[in-house]
C-alpha cells in the first residue's frame, strides 16, 4: 500500500481516537451535575448529528474538496475537544455535542472519499481489512489508557482535551499528503475528480449490487449494534460471564481475522466467504441468551469475532467493486452512513421494546432474524451479481 494510502488511515484512526475516549461520557455527565434526564440524550447526540449530516455533505464532496474538509474539520475538532474543560450546562453542551459530530462526520467522510483512490481494485479486501483494523485498534488501546491517566488528571474532561494531540498529528499528515494527493490524482480522469450529479447518484443507487450491498451491510450493523448497546443486560441476566471480557475476545478475534486474512480475502470468492459468515453469526446470535456456562459464552464471543471480522470488511470490498469509479467514495461513506442509522435507531427501537416487556434475550432473537434477512438479500445478490475477478 502507497504513503497516501497508510497516512490517510491514520488521519481515520484519530478520528476514531478522537470519540472513543468518550466511553465514559455518561459518567462524566453525572460528575459535572448534569440531570439525568439530559444525559442519554446528550450522549446520543453526536452520533445523531453524526448521522443526520453524512447525507446532506456526500453529495457536495469529492475528490478535490476532501482534503480542505478534512484539514478543517481537525481544526473545529482540537476546539470542540478543548471545550469540554469549560462547558457544563446543558445548552451548552448540546452546542458542544453537535459541533462534535460535525466535526466527527467531515473528518471521516473526507478521509473516505480520498482513501477509496489508493486502494488497487484487486487488493479491495486487503485495503478494507487494513481500514477496519484501524478503526478498531483505539477502541481496544484508549480506555484502559484513559483509565490508567485519570487519576493523575482532574477529571475526564481533560483527557477529552487531550486527545486533541492526535488531531494535531493528523493536521500534519494532511499538510504533508496535500502535493502528493495533488500529484497522485493528476493522471486521473477528470470525470473523477469533480461531485457526481443528483442524475449520477439515482442512477448508482439503482444498481441492484449497490443498493443490495448498502442494505446487507445495514442490516449486518442493526445486528452488531443490538449486541453493542444491549449485550452488558444480556450477560447480567443469564450469568453467562463478563462482559467486558466479551468485548475484548470479539475485538481480538476481529483484529487477528483481519490482520491474517487481509490478503488472503482478495483470493476467495467474496460472496460465498459473506455467506458463511453469516451461517456462522445466525445460530452463535440465536445461542447468546442461551450461553449460562463461561466456557460457552466466551466461546461464542470468540465465534462472534470471527463471522464479524470476515463479514464487514468483505461487504465494503464488494461495495467499492460494484461501485462506478466516480461513486466508490460515495458508496463508502454511504456505508457508514448504515452504521450511523443502526447506532442511533437500534438503542431507541430496543429500549421501546423492553418497555413494552420484551426481554434482551427477545432483542437477540429479532437480531438473529435481522441476519438471517441478509443471509437471503446474498443469496440472492449472489445469483444475480457476479464481482470482475
Known amino acids: 500500500m502507497t504513503f497516501e494510502f497508510v497516512a490517510l488511515t491514520v488521519v481515520l484512526l484519530t478520528a476514531i481516537c478522537n470519540v472513543s475516549v468518550f466511553y465514559s461520557f455518561y459518567h462524566y455527565l453525572g460528575a459535572i451535575g448534569i440531570p439525568v434526564g439530559w444525559r442519554g440524550f446528550l450522549v446520543g447526540l453526536e452520533p445523531m448529528t453524526a448521522f443526520i449530516l453524512r447525507l446532506v455533505i456526500l453529495p457536495w464532496l469529492h475528490v478535490r474538496n476532501a482534503l480542505s474538509v478534512m484539514l478543517a474539520s481537525l481544526f473545529l475538532l482540537i476546539a470542540v475537544s478543548c471545550s ?88 500534519l499528515l494532511s499538510l504533508a499528503l496535500r502535493g502528493r494527493v495533488q500529484e497522485a490524482l493528476r493522471g486521473r480522469e477528470g470525470v473523477l475528480m469533480r461531485r457526481p450529479t443528483l442524475g ?8 441492484w449490487a449497490v443498493s443490495a450491498l448498502l442494505a446487507a451491510t445495514l442490516l449486518v450493523y442493526l445486528a452488531h449494534a443490538t449486541l453493542f448497546y444491549f449485550m452488558k443486560d444480556l450477560a447480567l441476566s443469564t450469568g453467562g460471564g463478563e462482559v467486558g471480557l466479551f468485548f ?30 453469516l451461517l456462522l453469526l445466525i445460530p452463535c446470535l440465536f445461542a447468546l441468551p ?15 469475532g470471527l463471522c464479524m471480522g470476515v463479514i464487514l470488511p468483505l461487504l465494503n470490498a464488494l461495495l467499492f467493486s460494484a461501485s462506478p469509479p466516480l461513486m466508490r467514495g460515495l458508496n463508502t461513506n454511504l456505508g457508514l452512513f448504515t452504521m450511523d442509522m443502526a447506532y442511533f435507531f437500534v438503542p431507541y427501537l430496543g429500549g421501546l421494546l423492553i418497555a413494552f416487556g420484551a426481554d434482551f434475550a427477545c432483542l437477540f432473537y429479532l437480531a438473529t432474524g435481522i441476519v438471517l434477512c441478509c443471509l437471503l438479500l446474498v443469496v440472492t445478490l449472489k445469483r444475480r451479481w457476479r464481482p470482475e475477478p
Do not use: C
Open 200 to 207: 449520477e447518484i439515482r442512477e448508482n443507487l439503482g444498481l
Open 290 to 304: 442461551q450461553a449460562r456456562e463461561r466456557l460457552a459464552f466466551y466461546a461464542l464471543a470468540g465465534l462472534y
Open 248 to 277: 475484548t475476545l470479539s475485538m481480538a478475534t476481529m483484529i487477528a481475522v483481519r490482520a491474517f486474512g487481509g490478503i488472503l480475502f482478495d483470493r476467495m470468492n467474496k460472496l460465498v466467504v459473506v455467506q458463511g459468515g
Open 84 to 171: 469540554y474543560m469549560w462547558v457544563q450546562s446543558v445548552p451548552a453542551m448540546i452546542v458542544v455535542r453537535m459541533l462534535h459530530g460535525t466535526a466527527f462526520v467531515l473528518l471521516t467522510s473526507g478521509a473516505i472519499s480520498l482513501v477509496v483512490n489508493f486502494i488497487p481494485k484487486e487488493k479491495s479486501g486487503q485495503g478494507f481489512s487494513i481500514i477496519s483494523i484501524a478503526t478498531m485498534i483505539p477502541y481496544a488501546v484508549i480506555p484502559p489508557l484513559t483509565e490508567a491517566l485519570l487519576p493523575r488528571v482532574r477529571n475526564e474532561a481533560d483527557l477529552y482535551a487531550g486527545v486533541s494531540l492526535f488531531a494535531v498529528l493528523a493536521i
